[in-house]
């Protein structure tokens, strides 16, 4: 069996099959048996486990599925990464190689109910795997801060419903995952980093944890940028309480929204532009909730964003 993480055998089927990687597939091959490790340790995988991997590449991570997974299903849109695979993973039965977008895929047709998403993703294509995977909402407002993360492909990855994954391991842009993680500052750091939007909208739905950061010289090619292991465990906490309110999902997204539209703005300016109300009453409903009357949306925790919209959205 070939060594995909060895980066001389990955430059030698390279060169056999006279293949350049593309950056606009965003193909940088994991060639690191250390974070290679790190992605099965963090998904804590079963023979039970049925797998999703987006955007394969050689099958470096796909064998590694194959071997302790019962069903992995790898989706690969590059007509010549498919011939590889057809030959690399020829010897296991229990994986399913679909030539196909991963952003038109339909899990139905694939019988994905309960499933893992485990993936090296094509960075470019991180925030319209979560809107479709995770956020999966048509309804879904996009970050214009996010735009130069998947610019080639605005816009075409939102408005699919798809049944959310049990878990999602994704190996991505570290400064993406650092966003996606990020938490309020700490009170006595009000220059640190605090919440933003795409925060928010993926912690709404999922429990986020960074479980290592990669260096640049563990692909090939080597990107710009480090990477890292970020694990995104879903919940429904925030929908149910949505729904015992009454509240509808869509109308506090437009308010986080408009609450993260000038983000070093105080929040009480940026949501009267939304609410119509006084400052008066701005703060007032500040008050009763015991934040700060200058606080910012960086500052908030999801939990502070659904108080707030218990009363400002049953107004």
């Not at 296991?92 to 977008?101: A, G, I, M």
């Not at 995977?133 to 998947?150: G, K, M, Q, V, Y």
């Not at 990669?214 to 995104?232: E, G, L, N, T």
Request: net charge neutral; charged share 30%; with cysteine.
């Amino acid at each position: 069996m070939l060594d995909l993480s060895d980066i001389r055998t990955v430059k030698e089927i390279c060169e056999k099959y006279d293949l350049s990687p593309t950056k606009e597939r965003g193909q940088n091959f994991l060639v690191d048996r250390w974070a290679l490790s790190k992605i099965i340790e963090v998904s804590d995988l079963k023979r039970s486990d049925t797998v999703l991997e987006i955007g394969p590449g050689m099958g470096v991570l796909t064998i590694e599925l194959a071997r302790r997974a019962g069903r992995v299903v790898a989706v690969e849109v590059d007509g010549r990464m498919v011939r590889i695979l057809e030959e690399f993973l020829k010897d296991f039965k229990n994986v399913e190689l679909v030539h196909q977008n991963v952003l038109k895929l339909n899990l139905k047709e694939l019988d994905l109910k309960n499933y893992k998403i485990i993936s090296n993703i094509p960075y470019k294509i991180t925030t319209l795997i979560l809107e479709k995977f995770l956020i999966h909402s048509p309804a879904f407002p996009r970050d214009n801060n996010l735009r130069e993360t998947d610019e080639t492909m605005s816009g075409k990855g939102g408005g699919v419903k798809e049944t959310p994954p049990e878990l999602l391991t994704l190996l991505v842009q570290k400064e993406v995952a650092k966003r996606i993680a990020a938490v309020p500052p700490d009170p006595d750091d009000k220059h640190g980093a605090g919440m933003n939007y795409l925060a928010f909208s993926v912690q709404f739905y999922g429990d986020v944890e960074i479980a290592a950061e990669i260096p640049p010289h563990c692909f090939f090619p080597q990107p710009k940028v480090s990477s890292a292991i970020i694990k995104i465990k879903p919940h429904d906490r925030c929908r149910k309480f949505l729904e015992d309110c009454g509240l509808e999902k869509e109308k506090i997204f437009k308010m986080v929204r408009t609450g993260f539209a000038s983000p070093r703005r105080q929040l009480q300016n940026n949501l009267k532009y939304l609410l119509n109300l006084s400052k008066e009453k701005i703060l007032e409903i500040l008050e009763n909730l015991k934040l700060d009357p200058n606080v910012r949306a960086e500052e908030l925790k999801i939990e502070d964003w659904l108080e707030l919209a218990k009363i400002i959205l049953r107004r």
